[in-house]
């Protein structure tokens, strides 16, 4: 880790690693020790700490650290750090253990807003994205003293989930660098009143997945989140949405420049067709309120028919069936309809899905192939989503496709 406040976040991180398991060797500037002392870092880890190139020169720290890791998380990563990685410097312990591993390389910034955004910065991030380098975005909040803005270091949980990640893919260069995605999630909730709105039991969790694998594979992630309880994704843009038509607006803007679009939220179908301004009364005769409906924007469609060529789009199907016709046919019919690329069809009787640290779906594609994903973590699911998406996104465009208009 570099010499930065948000140092003493680096220890949660640190027990969220080893508590999956995983041996870590701590490895702090020494500008990060005038923050947190090497025996707090030595006592979470289990393990001695290397802070200096001259310590056990006879196992040539410098050069075994970086061959032998596995992943190397650095954070936080200051504007200097990033400077001197970019640049291939190797003044001390940690930039050599950065120009000698030749495994996935994560850097977690957390700086000033100003520093984040100087001209200086964004090109020493550009350039270590283009070598494969995993560089999560900065939160937006509060940083040292008075001050607020993007710059603040993710929170650890959700930096050890991208870890995690990309330890799991074990692939040096991410597939999805450079590229720009779109994912929504959670459900739509249309008001009624002040206080009752139509909504659904879809709780972010897929959705929330998938940004994250796509920030772990190295792509630039805006969120749109409707009505979610989960905390941001470490590197990645979120702008959160209630009604399906502030869910159509955030998700057009996001889509501006993206290369892929994925709509994991689930939209309300119906909206009330006016919304009261008063809490509705119970009536004193016992009757009940007629609600009159009107249906919202379909929001997948629309962007079915306004996307540009070699755009991805990805929709999701929550079905239940019926006795006439089965998920899979109501799939196909939606996939057809609808004029996306791939589709996830979730079976979701009884409930089965809705909050669930588990999933198991099909992925139907537009050509006819199928991916039967069988149950297991959303994450999973989340990661046979961006192959299918990384390999339409590697494929030439159809020789009848309209040029992209940049």
């Known amino acids: 880790m570099a010499g930065g406040i948000a140092a003493y976040k680096a220890c949660e991180l640190l027990r969220r690693l080893t508590e999956t398991g995983h041996d870590v060797t701590v490895v ?6 005038e923050f947190v002392g090497a025996p707090t870092w030595a006592a979470l880890s ?13 196992e040539v720290p410098h050069v075994r650290l970086g061959q032998q890791a596995d992943l190397v998380v650095v954070a936080p990563a200051t504007a200097d750090l990033l400077a001197r990685a970019a640049h291939g410097l190797a003044d001390d312990l940690l930039t050599n253990t950065l120009l000698t591993a030749r495994c996935p390389v994560v850097l977690a910034p957390a700086m000033h807003t100003e520093m984040w955004e100087h001209p ?24 040292t003293g008075a001050d607020t803005g993007k710059g603040r270091l993710p929170d650890p949980a959700e930096i050890a989930a991208v870890a995690l990640e990309v330890l ?3 692939v040096a260069a991410p597939d999805l660098a450079g590229r720009t995605v779109v994912v929504s999630a959670g459900g739509t909730r249309e008001r009624i009143d002040p206080v009752r709105f139509l909504g659904n039991r879809s709780s972010g ?23 979610t309880a989960l905390p941001d994704p470490a590197g990645v843009s979120v702008v959160h949405v209630e009604t399906t038509a502030e869910l159509r607006a955030a998700v057009l803007a996001a889509r501006d420049g993206a290369d892929a679009v994925v709509m994991a939220a689930a939209p309300a179908d119906f909206r009330p067709v006016g919304e009261e301004q008063h809490k509705i009364k119970k009536a004193a005769d016992g009757s009940a309120p007629v609600l009159e409906l009107t ?42 309809r609808k004029g996306c690329d ?41 990661h046979v989503v961006w192959d299918q998406v990384a390999l339409r996104l590697a494929a030439p465009p159809a020789a009848d496709a309209p040029a992209r208009q940049l």
């Open 168 to 170: 799991a893919r074990g």
């Open 120 to 143: 200086a910065t964004r090109a020493n991030v550009a350039t270590l994205r283009s070598r494969g380098v995993v560089v999560v975005e900065p939160a937006e909040g509060r940083l």
């Open 46 to 58: 289990g393990r001695p700490v290397a802070s200096d190139v001259w310590s056990g020169v006879h």
């Open 28 to 33: 702090p500037t020494a500008a990060a020790l």
């Open 342 to 382: 791939l589709l996830v069809v979730n079976d979701v009787s009884g409930g089965a899905v809705f909050g669930q640290a588990d999933n198991q779906a099909v992925v139907l594609a537009a050509d006819g192939a199928e991916v039967d994903v069988p149950r297991g973590p959303k994450s999973a699911l989340a």
């Open 295 to 336: 249906q919202n924007p379909d929001v997948l469609r629309e962007l079915a028919e306004t996307r540009r060529a070699g755009e991805v789009l990805v929709g999701f199907a929550a079905e239940t069936g019926d006795d006439a016709t089965g998920v899979l046919d109501l799939a196909r019919a939606k996939l057809a």
């Open 205 to 227: 969790l897929q959705g929330y997945a998938l940004a994250r694998a796509a920030a772990a594979r190295g792509a630039r992630v805006r969120l749109v989140a409707a009505n």
